[in-house]
């Protein structure tokens, strides 16, 4: 049996009213806020799985509850954002020139990483904006990251099939290939990418909300170097600025999605191991470091 | 640093609480804020002081909202929590429940503290009914389990049509109302309830004072945040008394509120010294609680269980 001795209860044994011993044992009774290990931590996120779908689906349901239009939005803001890009890049400047079919090029572009950009933002904010569940309940908090991931999984929904209808109506028109299922890897592989990449900041920006400012410049960077509206081997004739290009994750799901759906061709063996490495890697790492600071999430900021 | 227990020799009351649900062993909660006056802040170098000046930044202040305290509720224990306002009792709640990490120190509790607190809003544009199941979801429960719950939530929350009205509509104690439901669906062992019928009617009272005696009676225990003095009287079978981050007194609810309410009547007179004198002696025969770990991590000479 072992009583930990601070200068207090010195203090206490010496003046005052003799103190009173409470035995507990400690193996029954749980320390409460500390971390589990990690395959129990596992185990408690599976077990709010209903919660993170529920979350997810009525924030999905209630983010343009605001507006006029409410759910028309979920489709409208991407078809807008793409009008805007072709307006802008396609029309008056001429990046079109040596890109076939440089609307749907466009189009896949932008939604595909827009999706991207979404995800990890809100992804590494959703401590700032989980607040209320957070101080409320007591749940492991790598739900919360994985609720928004699900419900921009499910916006991300309606994205596809407004890019797939609008790469089927504007000419010039791409015929239908059984490559265009290989969409569904593609997109689950990046959501991977997502939640890993969000879980990995999370931390960092609880414990600096700055960061969280900054992460969305930096993304608008990834989105620019990330050929949204150029085809960088029409720049880069160096092989080795191209590895640079083609060792980018999001790199990858652009030009992979871009091949299945407008040009007919099925990505190559090492596109798919780039993007398994990244999607895979990026999640363990994310995961590890979130679990690991399981426990600073309880402090406000 | 680890010493042998000064046990029973000397005539020590030994282990009064046989069965805790609850053990806070030694925390202390230091905060730091923001302060824009006082004079009383946190010493930093000057090129860190002229850059936070430049940003517009308050210096920052030490607050020690919780000193060295050591507490243990037993099973089935109703355990009253009262002080002045900003006297730590919140801060308590948070640290018991998960919520905030002590500085120092750690809490114990037989199952996860479900806590409901003043200002838990859930997701204001969600009809209440939503709410009320993604608050079931957050605690673990199926979905199955939450239909099987939920006319009884719906009845004891008692909010009429207002039910499928969005959160963001509902008056304090509405959302009140709601939040209760909530957080004594899962039949909690332990249950916090931080100033959680304050804002509520009679009716609502009552029916929060039943519920809470069904918990009770199911051997969980409840840690009771209230100001309300006739609250605390009937509902709890003991009384905490907290003042300044520091145990006061801790005993039978009588006691305890007479003397809390002496101080608080001297204390709006403005008889300031003698309130605070009469809460040092207080404070002074105040019986001390020591926690000793029996589990496996600790060794055990002798096996000296009862």
Request: glycine share 8%; aromatic share 8%; with cysteine.
């Amino acid at each position: 049996m072992i009583v930990r001795q601070t200068p207090e209860r010195a203090e206490w044994f010496s003046s005052g009213p003799p103190p009173r011993t409470v035995v507990f044992d400690s193996s029954r009774l749980q320390a409460v806020g500390t971390r589990p290990p990690l395959t129990e931590y596992l185990v408690q996120l599976w077990g709010s799985r209903h919660f993170v779908l529920y979350d997810a689906r009525v924030r999905l349901s209630v983010s343009q509850e605001h507006t006029m239009l409410g759910k028309a939005w979920l489709v409208l803001n991407p078809a807008l954002l793409g009008l805007t890009f072709l307006l802008i890049f396609g029309l008056l400047l001429g990046t079109r020139d040596g890109v076939e079919n440089f609307i749907a090029f466009l189009l896949v572009g932008i939604m595909m990483f827009t999706y991207s950009s979404r995800a990890i933002v809100a992804g590494a904010r959703s401590m700032a904006s989980g607040r209320a569940l957070i101080r409320g309940f007591s749940f492991p908090r790598a739900a919360l990251p994985l609720s928004i991931n699900v419900r921009d999984l499910m916006s991300q929904g309606f994205v596809l099939v407004a890019m797939i209808v609008m790469v089927l109506a504007i000419p010039p028109l791409e015929p239908i290939s059984w490559r265009w299922l290989l969409l569904i890897p593609i997109v689950a592989l990046q959501t991977i990418f997502n939640w890993g990449f969000g879980m990995l900041m999370a931390p960092l920006v609880h414990r600096i909300p700055d960061v969280g400012n900054l992460l969305s410049f930096a993304m608008r960077i990834w989105m620019y170097s990330s050929g949204i509206f150029y085809d960088p081997s029409r720049f880069v004739t160096d092989e080795r600025w191209m590895l640079l290009f083609e060792a980018n994750p999001l790199y990858q799901v652009l030009s992979m999605s871009r091949d299945c759906l407008i040009y007919g061709i099925t990505p190559e063996w090492w596109q798919w191991t780039v993007l398994v490495v990244a999607a895979f890697g990026t999640w363990l790492l994310g995961l590890w470091v979130f679990w690991r600071n399981e426990e600073s999430y309880a402090n406000e900021r | 640093m680890s010493a042998e227990p000064r046990t029973a020799p000397s005539g020590r009351r030994r282990a009064t609480v046989r069965n805790p649900a609850v053990v806070v062993d030694d925390v202390t909660v230091v905060y730091t804020v923001t302060s824009t006056g006082g004079g009383d802040e946190v010493p930093v170098s000057a090129p860190v002081r002229l850059a936070r000046r430049a940003l517009g930044r308050p210096p920052i202040v030490r607050n020690q909202a919780l000193t060295n305290i050591t507490l243990a509720v037993e099973e089935g224990e109703s355990v009253g929590f009262i002080g002045r306002n900003g006297s730590g009792k919140s801060t308590l709640m948070n640290v018991i429940s998960g919520q905030l990490n002590p500085t120092s120190g750690r809490v114990y509790a037989a199952d996860v503290p479900a806590k409901l607190g003043v200002n838990v809003s859930l997701v204001p544009a969600l009809s209440g009914e939503r709410n009320m199941r993604l608050g079931c979801l957050a605690q673990g429960m199926t979905p199955a389990e939450v239909d099987a719950k939920m006319d009884e939530l719906i009845h004891i929350a008692a909010l009429d049509k207002a039910i499928h009205w969005p959160m963001k509509a509902y008056s304090s104690g509405m959302a009140a109302r709601l939040r209760f439901a909530v957080a004594t669906a899962t039949d909690p062992h332990i249950l916090i309830l931080d100033e959680a019928l304050g804002t509520g009617d009679a009716q609502f009272q009552d029916r929060g004072k039943a519920r809470m005696q069904e918990i009770r009676e199911q051997a969980g225990c409840i840690l009771f945040v209230s100001h309300s003095m006739a609250e605390v009287r009937t509902m709890c079978s003991r009384v905490v008394w907290i003042d300044e981050g520091e145990l006061v007194m801790d005993g039978d609810p009588g006691d305890v509120i007479a003397v809390y309410e002496r101080f608080m009547k001297d204390l709006a007179a403005g008889n300031n010294k003698s309130a605070l004198a009469m809460r040092d002696e207080a404070r002074e025969a105040l019986v001390r609680t020591v926690v000793a770990d029996l589990g496996p991590s600790a060794a055990q000479p002798g096996g000296t269980a009862a």
